[in-house]
């Protein structure tokens, strides 16, 4: 048991974001079918908590479902599919693309995805809840026609189809579905497709909306040292310096092998005696 553990902890290390969201949504899944089946009441309580509601007071006091819906799954078969999904789109947006931007327009079709649920929910007749990982996963799908829609794939018992023919056939066929009874779940697959489509126009403009996690992982950065201005050595100490010397000269050194510190370690990694040192030069 603990060797297949051991595995598993160094496939996910060693995997791509592509596999540790498999990952995610596998084990959560497990989760949802363990308390299901001894704890149902508990997990209805849970996943009330996890699932998106198209109750606009609901999402008011529980926005993150807004994100978690896409990691929830309805039974085995509705994870099985998508995690196939999943895997077959990252390979082929992997093609053009780096990880980073396939995790950003992920999450972005995921959120689009269900900002479309929740918006139509309110004109149309629709589930009370919406879960999956499709419209998360159509997303970068699309974005890939887009980008590339002369791109032949090789379908099983289909043949090559091109990339853009298997983004027309999922949007016109959930387009198709709006009247039935997972019309939620077709919104959703539409506004995946719409973020996939706007991601790749932007970043064809020069826009790749993935600089934006770039700077909310600055803000949460640890400050690396207190910033300390150069010192500038005035023309009085530099002929003082050379009037004494080899003294000079060392002193002078030091200051530059400080300041060099500084810029590689931080402020913060000076001993005491090397900023008073510094702070005494300061002032001279």
């Known amino acids: 048991m603990s060797k297949i553990l051991d595995d598993l902890k160094y496939s996910y290390r060693a995997g791509g974001i592509a ?132 791109m032949q794939v090789r379908l099983a018992l289909i043949g090559n189809v091109k990339m853009w023919h298997i983004a027309v056939f999922i949007i016109v066929l959930d387009v198709i579905q709006l009247n039935t009874s997972n019309v939620g779940g077709h919104l959703a697959h539409l506004g995946g497709a719409a973020m996939g489509y706007l991601y790749i126009k932007l970043l064809e403009k020069g826009y790749d909306l993935s600089s934006i996690f770039d700077k909310i992982s600055n803000l949460f950065k640890r400050s690396q040292g207190t910033k300390f201005k150069k010192v500038y050595v005035n023309k009085n100490v530099v002929n003082k310096e050379n009037e004494v010397g080899n003294e000079g000269e060392t002193r002078q050194k030091k200051i530059d092998s400080i300041l060099d510190k500084i810029s590689k370690s931080g402020y913060e990694s000076l001993t005491k005696e090397e900023k008073d040192f510094l702070f005494r030069a300061g002032k001279e």
């Open 19 to 150: 596999q540790k969201i498999i990952y995610w949504n596998v084990g959560i899944g497990l989760i949802v079918l363990v308390l299901d089946a001894f704890f149902s009441v508990f997990s209805a309580h849970v996943l009330s908590w996890l699932v998106l509601n198209s109750n606009l007071s609901i999402l008011a006091f529980k926005p993150w479902t807004i994100l978690t819906y896409s990691f929830i799954h309805a039974g085995v078969i509705h994870l099985l599919f998508n995690m196939i999904m999943l895997f077959f789109v990252n390979r082929l947006f992997s093609t053009f693309f780096s990880e980073k931007q396939f995790l950003t327009l992920y999450i972005f079709g995921a959120l689009l995805g269900g900002i479309f649920f929740v918006i139509g929910s309110q004109f149309m007749t629709t589930g009370t809840v919406l879960v999956g990982a499709s419209a998360a996963t159509i997303a970068p799908l699309v974005g890939m026609a887009v980008h590339a829609p002369m």
